[in-house]
């Protein structure tokens, strides 16, 4: 019975793991248009500071165009400082109403870096998912060791928790290659 709680919590974990790599990938630039870019910026309103997408709608038109149409007319300026100090490479362009953002072409040498920097991405969520395989395993050894489970049990749940690291370790490896894949295309 604790080897199936054990075996459900590596799970839960692990997905965590593979959930949060996807989300640092949706956060790298791949010269296509994508509203994820900004969700790292944001603008101070009314003493706050809050995300972009809660004082404006954003939107993508056109695959080289993320469009930000602010809800208050006066927040203009500080949705272009704040896009400006994200430091994402993108310079806003204003039309008194709509903000545009031109997604430039990245350079080859970009690219590359990119690529390089999503493989490390992707090796830190390996490290995360082989990390808790060694908890569980830990915790099934202990309560071995206090003879709770058999010997074989033990082999059995870890035999378990190997095969589902590497089916979470397989899903990494399969959002590294689409998003290296992203990332290349020109």
Known sequence: METKAIVNDLDSRMQKAVENTRVEFTRIRTGKASPALLDTVRVEYYGNTVPLNQVGTINTPEPRLITVQPWEKQLIPEIEQAILKADLGLNPVNDGT?????????????????????????????????????????????IEKEHDISEDQLHTAMDDIQKTTDTYIKNIDELLKHKESEIMEV
């Open 98 to 142: 709509i903000i545009r953002l031109p997604i430039p072409q990245l350079t080859e040498e970009r690219r590359k870096d990119f690529a390089r920097l999503c493989h490390k991405l992707a090796e830190e969520g390996r490290i995360a998912i082989r990390n808790v395989r060694r908890d569980a395993n830990d915790k099934l050894k202990k």
